[in-house]
């Protein structure tokens, strides 16, 4: 039988009447009490550097105002009496200036009646020390069209990114590639401060290199001439054959099947490309094809006689530059070039060297280029940079002929050599003795001192190459032109090249004619 048991209402009544007033109380006495602070320019936990800190204002509203009067501010234990200063409306403000590196701990205490006074702590750290990052500059040399990893390590912590993407790590990081990168990658680590290290990375194809010659398109055309250069290939003697695609006269010496050079009539065959690639290389040499650039008189002429000025380079007055040069920053013009090396290396040419790569001789002042934004400089380099990722999609090569005061020199004629370096897979300093004037390196009779000049002259390219993976392959002279070169000069430029290390060149006669006792098979790489 269940009870029922009377409940004293009455005495639930008194209970809850207590909690209420007990409830009341409390909430009065925590109103009477309570200290809130809002604080701005400084959080718990923070990092950043000293710059930073010093730029900013941290402000505490403590609430209710009337308690700050009595508040005390301390940086590490220190009040900041001095530092900080009082608002009317209960605002705290401080002006923390720089700070030395490591943990610092800001604290205010604002007094009260009951209990202990309140007491509120901001931790942070102040950190001017740039992230760690390990990563090996240039990479080991790979195979043009094979797989590459870039493995380094960076600050736990720091973020990283590479072209501006983000790279996630542990510390240690590695990036693939399917075949080396064409530019120089750019790394940047990044720590919680903001503080950031950057690397640049370079990643060069192994360029094969070699030893060899120049041959003209008509000299390849001309059967004793052509017998003469497959004599030294078939010998044994050379390595690689420079074979003219487009020359000085903006005259394409092979059967070109791109639109622009027959619409401007500069298709001149004097051979089958894709037959004689075949041939030199049934031979075992390496076939480098020649193409000049911005000095292309065919296409000069043409644009100027078909209302495309802006084509050409031009003179202060509106007139046509001397030397039918186009111009280096135009996107047609950059187009023409670039299609003729495509075509090439889709025929198998093992790679495209650009020469006349540059702006005309003479004062830049004295120049008109339209479309120009920048420096000739820059536009040359944006020209290599965008011709390589074409010629890269057909695993060729790609190389350009310097100047030999372009080392030293760099704004003469637009070639800035360490920067065109980081955009092509080898530099050929054009070095022939007869062009320097007496005392260039210090070399009093250049001419006279093959030796002597050629070496000097390398070691400046050297320098201004170091660092970017990027091979030198110097033009060197067989021609007479000032005083009769023979075997001793050749040979003292080609000793002199060897004094640095550098064993790869190619020899210059415009006429196809070279001295035949200059060449050695001890001096030949070995063929594959």
């Not at 990052?133 to 040399?141: D, F, I, K, W």
């Not at 420096?375 to 040359?380: E, G, L, M, N």
């Not at 001419?447 to 190459?465: C, G, H, N, R, S």
Request: charged content about 20%; aromatic content about 8%; overall charge negative.
């Amino acid at each position: 039988m269940r009870r029922t048991r009377e409940v004293p209402w009455g005495s639930v009544a008194i209970a809850a009447g207590s909690v209420a007033v007990g409830f009341y109380l409390l909430n009065g006495f925590w109103s009477a009490t309570r200290v809130d602070v809002d604080a701005s320019g400084i959080t718990h936990r923070a990092t950043l550097t000293s710059q930073a800190l010093a730029d900013r204002t941290v402000k505490l509203v403590i609430e209710p105002a009337s308690r700050s009067a009595r508040a005390v501010l301390r940086l590490d234990g220190r009040s900041l009496d001095d530092g900080a200063v009082l608002q009317d409306s209960g605002t705290l403000t401080w002006q923390p200036g720089r700070l030395p590196e490591g943990d610092h701990l800001l604290t205010l205490s604002v007094p009260r009646p009951v209990p202990a006074e309140a007491a509120f702590r901001w931790r942070f750290t102040v950190d001017d020390t740039p992230p760690a990052l390990e990563a090996p500059s240039p990479v080991a040399p790979v195979g043009m069209c094979e797989p590459v990893s870039i493995a380094g390590r960076v600050e736990k912590g720091a973020s990283l990114t590479v072209d501006g993407r983000p790279v996630k790590h542990r510390g240690d990081f590695n990036i693939g590639y399917a075949q080396p990168p064409v530019a120089p990658l750019h790394l940047v680590a990044t720590d919680a401060a903001g503080n950031s290290t950057s690397a640049e990375v370079v990643v060069p194809a192994r360029y094969p290199g070699g030893q060899g010659i120049h041959v003209t398109a008509a000299a390849w055309g001309y059967e004793p001439l052509r017998r003469q250069v497959l004599a030294l290939v078939d010998a044994g003697l050379v390595s690689v054959v420079e074979l003219d695609l487009k020359d000085e006269d903006g005259v394409i010496g092979y059967d070109s099947k791109v639109p622009l050079a027959t619409q401007v009539g500069a298709v001149r065959p004097e051979y089958r490309l894709d037959e004689t690639v075949a041939d030199l290389k049934r031979r075992g040499v390496r076939v480098i094809g020649r193409v000049v650039a911005f000095r292309d008189p065919r296409v000069a002429n043409w644009a100027w006689a078909n209302d495309r000025r802006d084509w050409v380079v031009q003179t202060a007055r509106g007139a046509m530059f001397p030397g039918g040069f186009t111009n280096h920053a135009h996107p047609e013009v950059r187009r023409y070039n670039v299609d003729i090396a495509v075509e090439a290396a889709t025929a198998g040419v093992d790679d495209i060297m650009w020469d006349y790569v540059r702006r005309p001789e003479g004062d830049p002042a004295e120049m008109v280029i339209p479309g120009l934004r920048t420096i000739s400089a820059d536009s040359i380099v944006e020209f290599l940079a965008a011709s390589r990722v074409a010629l890269r999609e057909h695993c060729a090569f790609q190389g350009a002929a310097v100047f030999g005061i372009a080392a030293d020199r760099p704004h003469t004629i637009g070639q800035d050599v360490p920067r065109m370096a980081r955009h092509v897979d080898y530099l050929a300093p054009m070095l022939y003795p007869s062009h320097w004037v007496p005392g260039e390196y210090g070399v009093q009779n250049p001419v006279l001192q093959p030796f002597d000049i050629t070496a000097a002259a390398l070691a400046d390219f050297q320098a201004k190459v170091a660092g970017t993976g990027t091979v030198l392959i110097p033009w060197l002279q067989d021609f007479s032109l000032g005083t009769a070169y023979g075997r001793r000069e050749v040979r003292a430029q080609i000793d002199a090249a060897a004094s640095l290390g550098v064993s790869d060149w190619l020899l210059w006669n415009a006429e196809v004619r070279y001295t035949q006792d200059v060449f050695e098979a001890s001096l030949v790489r070995p063929r594959p």
